[in-house]
């Protein structure tokens, strides 16, 4: 039996992956302006593991959401596809705050979030935050890499 490799491709990088890679990389202490933010406002009932378990999939199924870029000892980056990546998921439950405060918190943690920069060579690219607001109110916000 043969055993199967964990790594899926690797691929070179467009010239537009290239400059993307230069940019995340040329001032690490400074927001990186290819960090882009989705927030989706959810209201009514929420199956959490069916909305989980689908953002699992988008990842399994699709190759570029998995990518990572390689650099370091090498004379030309690279793209490594991994077969497989750990979703990352977090859930915060903010319904215990009304009005103002959780408006606040709400604002804090988005872009406290969308400030954290992503490890270009530890895939995925993007992470997921499941925010509870209360009285079926929910924010699912998508934090990715350009």
């Known amino acids: 039996m043969t055993k199967r490799s964990r ?25 990186d302006v290819y960090v882009a933010q989705l927030a989706f ?19 399994a199924r699709h190759a570029n959401l998995r990518a990572s870029f390689v650099h370091e000892d090498l004379d030309e980056p690279v793209q490594v596809i991994p077969r497989t990546v750990s979703l990352p998921w977090q859930e915060i439950d903010l319904s215990g705050l009304a009005g103002e405060e959780q408006t606040a918190e709400l604002t804090r943690l988005l ?24 009285g079926g109110r929910h924010r699912l916000v998508l934090t990715n890499h350009h």
């Not at 790594?7 to 690490?28: M, V």
């Not at 872009?111 to 209360?134: E, K, T």
């Open 7 to 31: 790594i899926e491709d690797i691929l070179p990088l467009s010239p537009l992956q290239k400059g993307l890679l230069f940019h995340a990389l040329y001032d690490e202490q400074a927001p």
């Open 41 to 59: 406002d959810l209201e009514g009932p929420l199956n959490v593991s069916v909305l989980r378990a689908s953002a699992e999939e988008l990842l």
């Open 111 to 134: 872009d406290g979030d969308r400030l954290r920069r992503f490890d270009l060579a530890r895939p995925p690219l993007l992470r997921f935050l499941l925010v509870w607001l209360g």
